[in-house]
Structures are given as C-alpha cells and as structure tokens.
C-alpha cells in the first residue's frame, strides 16, 4: 500500500516529458479517456461534458505527441470532431464496419483522414464515400481487426497511435491484446444511469484464479504516474504488465 503525493505544479514541457511516448521499435496504442468516478464513460450518451480544462490539455497534448488518432466514426460525429488543422496534426481514423457515416461530415473527405473498415462493409454506403472523395481501408473482412489496422498504419509510418474510443472500439483493441499505455482522467462526479465504462463490449478470457498476481488477471496495467489539478480531476497513466514481470 502506498498514499499518493500531493501533484507538484507541472509545467507544459514537465508534462509532455512525463507523458511522452515509450521508445518502441513497433506501434504504441495508447487509449486515452475519461470516466467518472463510478466507472461511467458518459453523461447524457456524451464524453465530452465530464472533462474539465486540465483534461482538456491532456487530450490535446496526446494529440501533439500523436501520429495519428483513432476513433469510432459514430463517437466523432456525436462529439463533432473537427478535421486535421494542418499538415502537423495527427492522421484521423474514422473506424465503422457499418459505414453509417454522414457524406456532409466534413472531415470524411480531408486528406489526412482514413476510414478504417472492413471488406463485407455494405457496397452502397462504401461506393457513397469513395464518390465523395473519402479514403477507405479495409482491416478485416467482416470485423475490423485491430492488428490489420495497426499493420496498415504501420506501412504508412504511424507508429504512435491515440485511441480515442469509443468503449467498443477500446474493448475490441484490448481484446486483440493490442493496447500498450491508458491515460485515465477520473472526473470528479458520480454519473449513475446506464452509461458504457470505457471498454464494453468485446470480453477477456478468465485466466487460471490460481495463478499468482498479476498473472491471474485479465489484462494486467502497472500504473506509471498519477497525478493531479486544483478542480479535483484525476491522471493516470497505465501501461500493460507483462506476465513475465
């Protein structure tokens, strides 16, 4: 057991440096999110409204150490996600398997956005977005694998990967064992209702409950750094223990 130490005031290069991405030969995923104190990745079917101006810097700042950030399609239209500002900004993906994606959403055109689908996508709505303008990617025939996905960043040379949500999309990369790092922000509200948690959907297999710790849990994080903001708002970051540690 051991108490958290009260956050010293950290200054914007302080908190890149802490916050920066490992060095890896491979793709970094790291899930970056949201949540309330009992667990909701929600309030009113959005995640927007839980974050406060410290999480808000977060989320910017992993999109500055970003190659690329990706995104269910549906989340990015209900948060209006905005297209790349500039050539700087990091790749967008827009995943959907079901390519139930408005044509007039504006970021579906920009050229530094991806749609990352799969082959058994319907043929009508593919052909609408291709005539618009937009660019697909097919990582799965009737699923959108997440390691496909992470291949076919890779070749294009994106390696430092924001995953943004969301909770299905999060659920699917961790059920593929494709996430490496979690950056929390808890918020300080309780949120009730039946809001997702931050990965639903996709299951972990139990492991052996007589193994020892951590090898008889489903997916092992190690927390890195937490820290903390006048509002209340809490930061970790997590990054995936291996059963070998």
């Known amino acids: 057991m051991f108490l958290m130490q009260k956050a010293t005031d950290l200054t914007a290069s302080e908190l890149a440096e802490l916050l920066a991405y490992p060095t890896s030969a491979g793709p970094v995923v790291r899930a970056t999110f949201v949540s309330t104190i009992d667990g909701a990745a929600t309030v009113d079917g959005r995640s927007g409204v839980l974050g406060g101006d410290g999480d808000r810097h977060v989320f910017l700042l992993m999109r500055t150490l970003s190659d690329t950030v990706v995104v269910g399609a549906r989340t990015a239209v209900i948060e209006n996600y905005k297209a790349p500002a ?17 044509v007039d959403y504006l970021p579906v055109t920009h050229p530094r956005v991806l749609i990352a689908t799969c082959t058994s996508a319907p043929a009508d709505r593919r052909r609408r977005l291709i005539d618009a303008g937009a660019t697909l990617i097919d990582c799965g025939d009737v699923d959108l694998d997440p390691r496909r996905l992470l291949d076919e960043l890779g070749t294009r040379g994106l390696r430092r990967i924001d995953l943004e949500g969301g909770p299905r999309l999060f659920a699917s990369f961790v059920a593929a064992g494709a996430v490496d790092e979690l950056i929390l922000t808890t918020s300080p509200t309780l949120g009730l209702g039946d809001a997702p948690r931050i990965a639903h959907g996709a299951t972990l297999p139990l492991p052996d409950q007589d193994l020892p710790l951590p090898d008889r849990l489903p997916y092992p994080m190690s927390l890195v750094r937490q820290f903390g903001d006048d509002d209340g708002y809490l930061y970790s970051l997590w990054s995936r223990r291996s059963r070998a540690d």
């Open 86 to 102: 500039d050539d700087n900004a990091p790749v967008m993906v827009l995943a959907s398997r079901s390519l139930d994606i408005p």
